[in-house]
T-cell receptor, first 113, second 115 residues
Framework: EAGVVQSPRYKIIEKKQPVAFWCNPI?????LYWYRQNLGQGPELLIR????????DSQLPKDRFSAERLKGVDSTLKIQPAELGDSAVYLC???????????FGPGTRLTVL | DQQVKQNSPSLSVQEGRISILNCDYT??????FLWYKKYPAEGPTFLIS?????DKNEDGRFTVFLNKSAKHLSLHIVPSQPGDSAVYFC??????????????FGTGTRLTVIP
C-alpha cells in the first residue's frame, strides 16, 4: 500500500513569493493533517481535515496561509507571501477516522531567502 | 507552552543493550500516547502507541510504559540495534468529541546505537 505522498520535497524561494505544497493521503484515510516542523522541534499542527471539511484550523496563520482539500482526497497548503520565519519542514499526515496513529509523508523542506 | 516534554536531547547505547527513552506530559486530558521514529530527510514513522487505560504495551523489541500518576511514559528498545539510530518523538493525543485526535509532540531524543 502506498504511503502519504508529498511534493515537492524541497523548495527554495525568495521572501514575499508564494509557495504551495501538495499532499496525497493514504487511500481510505478520511482525516488529513498539515504540520510544520521547525529545526530542533517536534511537528506542530496547522490544520486538520475530516474529508473536505477543515475541522481544526486554529493554529493556521490565516493572514498568509491557506489550505484546501477538494473532493476530500488530495490537499494543498499555500503560503502567500512567504516570510523568512516560514522556513521549516511541512509535513502531511493521514489517519483513519478513529485513529489514533497518524501516518506521515516525507515532508517538504521550505527555505525562504 | 510545551505540553509534551522530552528532556534528553540525545542518548548513546551499545548495540545489544537496552535503550530507554523518556517523555513527560502536563495535560491530564491526553488519551493516547504514541512514539514515532524519524530518519533524516524522512517523515516520522509510527512505532507504537498506548491507551491511557493501560500501563504497558509491547510490540517485538519495543515496549512502552505509561505511569499516569507521574504523567510519564517511556519507550524501551531491547536489544538495541544500529538501525535503531534515529530521532524518537513522543506524542500525545486528547480525544475530542468527534473522536478524532490532534497530536502534540515532544522535541525528540536522538538515539545513537554504537556497534
Amino acid at each position: 500500500e502506498a504511503g502519504v505522498v508529498q511534493s515537492p520535497r524541497y523548495k527554495i524561494i525568495e521572501k514575499k513569493q508564494p509557495v504551495a505544497f501538495w499532499c496525497n493521503p493514504i487511500s481510505g484515510h478520511n482525516t488529513l493533517y498539515w504540520y510544520r516542523q521547525n529545526l530542533g522541534q517536534g511537528p506542530e499542527l496547522l490544520i486538520r481535515y475530516e474529508n473536505e471539511e477543515a475541522v481544526d484550523d486554529s493554529q493556521l496563520p490565516k493572514d498568509r496561509f491557506s489550505a484546501e482539500r477538494l473532493k476530500g482526497v488530495d490537499s494543498t497548503l499555500k503560503i502567500q507571501p512567504a516570510e523568512l520565519g516560514d522556513s521549516a519542514v511541512y509535513l502531511c499526515a493521514s489517519s483513519l477516522r478513529d485513529g489514533p496513529a497518524q501516518y506521515f509523508g516525507p515532508g517538504t523542506r521550505l527555505t525562504v531567502l | 507552552d510545551q505540553q509534551v516534554k522530552q528532556n534528553s536531547p540525545s542518548l548513546s547505547v551499545q548495540e545489544g543493550r537496552i535503550s530507554i527513552l523518556n517523555c513527560d506530559y502536563t495535560n491530564s486530558m491526553f488519551d493516547y500516547f504514541l512514539w514515532y521514529k524519524k530518519y533524516p530527510a524522512e517523515g516520522p514513522t509510527f512505532l507504537i502507541s498506548i491507551s491511557s487505560i493501560k500501563d504497558k504495551n509491547e510490540d517485538g523489541r519495543f515496549t512502552v510504559f505509561l505511569n499516569k500518576s507521574a504523567k510519564h511514559l517511556s519507550l524501551h528498545i531491547v536489544p538495541s540495534q544500529p538501525g535503531d539510530s534515529a530521532v524518537y518523538f513522543c506524542a500525545a493525543s486528547p480525544r475530542d468529541q468527534t473522536g478524532a485526535n490532534n497530536l502534540f509532540f515532544g522535541t525528540g531524543t536522538r538515539l545513537t546505537v554504537i556497534p
